[in-house]
């Protein structure tokens, strides 16, 4: 994914109504983040090169419709899982993903 789609992502979160934590997987490292809500410099003080996913927690069904219809407006590869929606930087090769 590019710098453009992450960025779109950081700028519909950090004005969102409610308060939503997120945390990413680092491609190189495989390291997972702790779950952080400040989107505005925390998300983009790496820069965007090396996420694997992002998830974002949603607290309830509401959270997660209203998230969901933001992250499908930036037609993203992505999963809704339980209680979080993750989207995809990268995958493996082979890996089919389909686009939120």
Do not use: C
């Amino acid at each position: 994914m590019n710098n453009t789609k992450w960025n779109e992502i950081r700028i519909a979160m950090s004005s969102f109504t409610s308060t939503l934590q997120w945390r990413t997987k680092d491609f190189e490292t495989a390291h997972i983040s702790t779950w952080d809500s400040e989107w505005f410099y925390h998300f983009m003080n790496e820069g965007y090169k090396y996420i694997e996913w992002l998830e974002i927690k949603t607290e309830t069904e509401i959270i997660k419709n209203e998230v969901l219809e933001i992250i499908k407006n930036v037609h993203v590869p992505g999963k809704i899982l339980e209680d979080k929606i993750r989207v995809y930087g990268y995958v493996e090769v082979g890996t089919s993903v389909d686009y939120l």
